[in-house]
């Protein structure tokens, strides 16, 4: 017994000591870098991506893609929606929303969000136009219905765009907890094992990648949960021949972790992601949310960081906290 105290009085000097207490501080905030950067990365591809969505890609999108020629470089808005420098479409909107939600509820709780979700769809709250613009498919169906889409068909990657900010709320749950929340939160708008499965490998990556390993290592670990438990998931853990932009949120997934492969810092992925055509906002966003958990807040470009410190974004505290690290 004397032994054991001895041995523990040395572990509390160890712990006390400036030296190991500057390791734990240097630790928390590199995970608070981490985090701000998946949130900021998630709404800064938003804003990027918006500007060609739905279009032909400026770049080849076979891997490795090559950022060459003219292409997008800047958050410059316009697009199909006609949007301001610094407007956010329904992924910025829905993220507030549901950022907003955890804020009051500290857990996933899908009465809560989608009581948000609704702020949005009718009042225009959330938004940087006052309205809800973007929405698609099966989010308007199912906040329209009170009812999660079910059908195959209805594997969108609309829960995916917002879901990141859920990694900031339980990094301290277990595992178990993520995957099981997320896809709850996933089944407010979507009901389909794809979309709910996809979400949960989503939030799990992020987490890994906030408590620092490397993307590489972090999809091992997330393949070794997921892999095989449906055909349909397989993908998202498999280097594509060509990267697909349609708003299915397997391929959605899948190319946001692979543009990061081949990536080397945060803009690399993030221009690559809102030029290869297609969905790109969410495309950017997802693509934003895991190279920001993967470089954090401080590698992001100045240039566009600029534009989370401008109203109306400014007044959505839920968010706006996460900046100050």
């Given at each position: 017994?004397?032994?054991?105290?001895?041995?523990?009085?040395?572990?509390?000097?160890?712990m006390?000591?400036t030296?190991?207490?500057s390791?734990?501080?240097?630790?928390?905030k590199?995970?608070?870098?981490?985090i701000?950067?998946?949130?900021?990365?998630?709404?800064?591809?938003?804003?990027?991506?918006?500007?060609?969505?739905?279009?032909f890609?400026?770049?080849?999108?076979?891997p490795?893609?090559?950022?060459?020629?003219?292409?997008?470089?800047?958050?410059i808005g316009?697009?199909?929606l006609?949007?301001?420098?610094?407007?956010?479409?329904d992924?910025?909107?829905?993220?507030?929303?549901?950022?907003?939600?955890?804020?009051e509820?500290?857990?996933?709780?899908?009465?809560?969000?989608?009581?948000?979700?609704l702020?949005?769809?009718?009042n225009?709250?959330?938004?940087s136009?006052?309205t809800?613009?973007g929405?698609?498919?099966?989010?308007?169906?199912?906040?329209?219905?009170?009812k999660?889409?079910?059908?195959?068909l209805?594997?969108?990657n609309g829960?995916?765009?917002?879901?990141?900010?859920?990694?900031?709320?339980?990094?301290?749950?277990?595992d178990?907890?993520?995957?099981?929340?997320?896809?709850?939160?996933?089944?407010?708008?979507?009901?389909?094992?794809i979309?709910?499965?996809?979400n949960s490998?989503?939030?799990?990556?992020?987490?890994?990648?906030?408590?620092n390993?490397?993307?590489?290592?972090?999809?091992e670990?997330?393949?070794?949960?997921?892999?095989d438990?449906?055909e349909d998931?397989?993908?998202?853990?498999?280097e594509?021949?060509?990267?697909?932009?349609?708003p299915?949120?397997v391929?959605?997934?899948?190319?946001?972790?692979?543009?990061?492969?081949?990536?080397?810092?945060?803009?690399?992925?993030?221009?690559?992601?809102i030029n290869?055509?297609g969905?790109?906002?969410?495309?950017?966003?997802?693509?934003?949310?895991?190279?920001?958990a993967?470089?954090?807040?401080?590698?992001?470009?100045?240039?566009?960081?600029?534009?989370?410190?401008k109203p109306?974004?400014?007044?959505?505290?839920?968010?706006?906290?996460?900046?100050i690290?």
């Open positions: 017994m004397s032994d054991f105290k001895e041995h523990c009085d040395k572990v509390s000097d160890c006390q000591k030296e190991t207490q390791v734990f501080n240097e630790l928390e590199t995970k608070k870098d981490k701000a950067g998946m949130i900021a990365g998630n709404i800064i591809g938003d804003m990027l991506g918006i500007t060609q969505e739905g279009c890609p400026t770049i080849k999108p076979y490795p893609i090559k950022l060459e020629g003219e292409y997008q470089k800047n958050i316009g697009g199909h006609n949007l301001n420098a610094g407007d956010w479409s992924d910025t909107s829905m993220l507030i929303a549901l950022a907003t939600s955890l804020d509820k500290r857990v996933v709780d899908e009465n809560s969000e989608r009581k948000h979700y702020k949005w769809f009718y225009g709250e959330y938004s136009t006052n809800a613009i929405i698609g498919k099966t989010t308007y169906k199912a906040l329209k219905t009170g999660p889409q079910k059908d195959r209805s594997n969108g829960a995916l765009m917002r879901s990141s900010i859920i990694t900031a709320y339980y990094l301290d749950k277990t178990k907890e993520l995957i099981e929340d997320s896809a709850k939160s996933a089944s407010v708008t979507h009901g389909h094992p979309a709910l499965f996809t490998i989503y939030n799990l990556l992020l987490k890994y990648l906030i408590l390993y490397p993307l590489e290592e972090a999809l670990k997330v393949k070794n949960t997921f892999y438990i449906i998931i397989n993908p998202i853990f498999e594509p021949d060509i990267y697909t932009t349609t299915y949120c391929t959605t997934l899948q190319t946001a972790i692979w543009l990061n492969m081949e990536s080397k810092n945060f803009e690399e992925a993030v221009l690559k992601a290869i055509g969905d790109t906002d969410t495309i950017g966003a997802v693509t934003g949310a895991i190279a920001g993967i470089y954090g807040f401080e590698s992001i470009p100045k240039r566009f960081k600029k534009y989370l410190f109306p974004l400014t007044k959505y505290t839920s968010i706006m906290k996460f900046f690290v």
